[in-house]
């Protein structure tokens, strides 16, 4: 343990992987966590750079230090991996999740809902006279917030992506 006593606390880690877009990578991305008996709180993948065949992975999770630090070198050591970027520690982010939130309401509840959404500025994608699916883009907490507000209204059922992360500044992955 060091001096602040953090050595063993538990903290949330965004990491951002650049691979080789290539058969096999996210199944050993994945395995490298689920072989050591690491979460994944959060996962998302895409194809950033045809032409260079490159992917990211963007990964939350969660861990001590000693734990997070034998992620990422764990991840670095990955032969389809190109660049490994720990956003929670190597600089500024910017952290966004979408969800798709379907409500099912009617009269004032229906009206209620609608007043959520304008509070966190959700747009309403679709609609019928019984129900109607939100979409809410910003932090995991901020939906968190939506859902738990909208929940007693009627919340039939929720989509989220997962986290997606970028470094701010001029920095390239």
């Given at each position: ?58 990964i939350v999770t969660s861990g001590s ?29 910017v952290q966004r999740e979408l969800a ?74």
């Amino acid at each position: 343990m060091n001096e602040t006593g953090t050595q063993n606390e538990t903290r949330s880690h965004t990491f951002s992987v650049l691979v080789d877009n290539e058969t096999g990578v996210l199944h050993r991305v994945v395995g490298l966590f689920s072989g050591r008996g690491y979460n994944i709180d959060s996962l998302t993948v895409s194809e950033v750079d045809p032409v260079s065949g490159y992917s990211k992975i963007t990964i939350v999770t969660s861990g001590s230090e000693s734990v997070i630090n034998q992620i990422r070198e764990q991840l670095r050591r990955l032969v389809p991996v190109q660049k490994v970027s720990d956003l929670t520690t190597d600089g500024r982010s910017v952290q966004r999740e979408l969800a798709l939130v379907k409500v099912n309401g009617t009269g004032e509840d229906r009206v209620d809902a609608m007043a959520i959404g304008d509070k966190f500025q959700a747009q309403i994608v679709d609609s019928t006279t019984e129900s109607f699916v939100f979409e809410i883009v910003g932090s995991s907490d901020t939906v968190d917030r939506f859902i738990s507000e909208i929940m007693p209204l009627g919340l039939v059922d929720v989509s989220r992506t997962g986290i997606v992360a970028i470094a701010r500044g001029a920095e390239e992955m």
